[in-house]
T-cell receptor, first 113, second 110 residues
């Protein structure tokens, strides 16, 4: 299957700082990537759809000014959590679509102290 | 709001037996269905997808889809301890989005 990477895999930061997470599709070009968030013992919740060369589409209830998404190339999308707070601590996962299937990155565990 | 429902479990199955995981969905127009496996602390990985009514087999895994009843299931034959994980059912919404169920935690007992 297709390979998607994320960096970093784990990050711990202080409250109020910003954190950038990178998502790369390694063996195919992706015009669309998706960002999910998963809290402990809960399912994945779609945050936004990242579109190459255009603005991201955010799901209801997700603050676009807090979760900045940039999809500048066909292989890279970034999610920046601005002014992170402890309630933003979660597992952030990107996916990339190849044909009709979404492939998941390994995830980034964010802990905000 | 389109919904995907799964029994959260935990579901315990003895090693070697068949594990049966079920999922129902609310949107009768849904066409594409996916099963993902997620180990604790890890990202989900795709096991199978199914589009047509009936069964689809891949190794020890069989996906079953019944669009009239709006359910999709996953059978795991000859269950192994390594199959212990959370299994996520996902249904495609529109052209691209996936809506996930809450997942079923499966434990295979040696």
């Amino acid at each position: 299957g297709a390979v998607v990477s994320q960096h970093p895999s784990r990050v711990i930061c202080k409250s109020g700082t910003s954190v950038k997470i990178e998502c790369r599709s390694l063996d195919f070009q992706a015009t669309t990537m998706f960002w999910y968030r998963q809290f402990p013992k809960q399912s994945l919740m779609l945050m936004a759809t990242s579109n190459e060369g255009s603005k991201a589409t955010y799901e209801q209830g997700v603050e676009k000014d807090k979760f900045l998404i940039n999809h500048a190339s066909l292989t890279l999308s970034t999610l920046t959590v601005t002014s992170a707070h402890p309630e933003d601590s979660s597992f952030y996962i990107c996916t990339s679509r190849s044909t009709d299937t979404q492939y998941f990155g390994p995830g980034t565990r964010l802990t905000v102290l | 709001q389109k919904e995907v429902e799964q029994n959260s479990g935990p579901l315990s199955v003895p090693e070697g037996a068949i594990a049966s995981l079920n999922c129902t969905y609310s949107d009768r127009g849904s066409q594409s269905f996916f099963w993902y496996r997620q180990y604790s602390g890890k990202s989900p990985e795709l096991i199978m997808f199914i589009y047509s009514n009936g069964d689809k087999e891949d190794g020890r895994f069989t996906a079953q889809l019944n669009k009239a009843s709006q359910y999709v299931s996953l059978l795991i034959r000859d269950s192994q301890p390594s199959d212990s994980a959370t299994y996520l059912c996902a249904v495609k919404e529109g052209a691209q989005k996936l809506v996930f169920g809450q997942g079923t935690r499966l434990t295979i007992n040696p």
